[in-house]
Antibody, heavy 121, light 106 residues
Framework: QVQLVQSGAEVKKPGASVKVSCKAS????????MQWVRQAPGQRLEWMGW????????KYSQKFQGRVTITRDTSASTAYMELSSLRSEDTAVYYC??????????????WGQGTLVTVSS | SYELTQPPSVSVSPGQTASITCSGD??????ACWYQQKPGQSPLLVIY???KRPSGIPERFSGSNSGNTATLTISGTQAMDEADYYC?????????FGGGTKLTVL
């Protein structure tokens, strides 16, 4: 069965970077895209960007452009999201989610369990 | 940038029909999907391609999309349906989420 298992919670200081991993199982990573979405406490879902795990192409939200980097390691069936220059407003649960880039109806059919990133001095 | 607007909250009595709207410019020309999120859980896809239900989603969940509005309808609402619901669409290769609607079953 399809599973996305994310890395554990992180506590970071302002100005630092965080790298969250998302290990895929039950399907071929390279046949799909991986999306990254975050949710601050009590707030809405916020899209960050995605990677076509087949060819490595990425697209980022303008809000995070320059601060976020999404990569993948096909040999490890794992996608990564790195966010730099962290500030307190980046405290949130970060989710990865699978998406089929070959369809016109793109939607996120499987989600990771979420990774809480806390930014605090 | 493209925006999707949802009502912050909707209330419904058990067994009744709940309708949650999602508005965006010419949204009917795009595909809309819906996610359910319960406290402390990851979002769950309940409707995709405007009207389709993933395997395992009860038939009481349905969707429509026309003009500027997509609608999620829950018929015979149950207490277990109490959750936040988010619409989502694509615009120019970017993902857009609505602000979310808290569905209360009382």
């Amino acid at each position: 069965q399809v599973q996305l298992v994310q890395s554990g919670a992180e506590v970071k200081k302002p100005g630092a970077s965080v790298k969250v991993s998302c290990k895929a199982s039950g399907y071929s990573l390279t046949r799909y895209a991986m999306q990254w979405v975050r949710q601050a406490p009590g707030q809405r879902l916020e899209w960050m960007g995605w990677i076509n795990a087949g060819n490595g192409n990425t697209k980022y939200s303008q809000k995070f452009q320059g601060r976020v980097t999404i990569t993948r390691d096909t040999s490890a069936s794992t996608a990564y999201m790195e966010l730099s220059s962290l500030r307190s407003e980046d405290t949130a649960v970060y989710y990865c989610a699978r998406d089929d880039p070959t369809t016109v109806t793109r939607h996120f059919d499987y989600w990771g369990q979420g990774t809480l990133v806390t930014v605090s001095s | 940038s493209y925006e999707l607007t949802q009502p912050p909250s909707v209330s419904v009595s058990p067994g009744q029909t709940a309708s949650i709207t999602c508005s965006g410019d010419k949204l009917g020309n795009k595909y809309a999907c819906w996610y359910q999120q319960k406290p402390g859980q990851s979002p769950l896809l309940v409707i995709y391609q405007d009207t389709k239900r993933p395997s395992g989603i009860p038939e009481r969940f349905s969707g429509s999309n026309s003009g500027n509005t997509a609608t999620l309808t829950i018929s015979g609402t149950q207490a277990m349906d109490e959750a936040d619901y988010y619409c989502q669409a694509w615009d120019s290769s970017t993902v857009v989420f609505g602000g979310g609607t808290k569905l209360t079953v009382l």
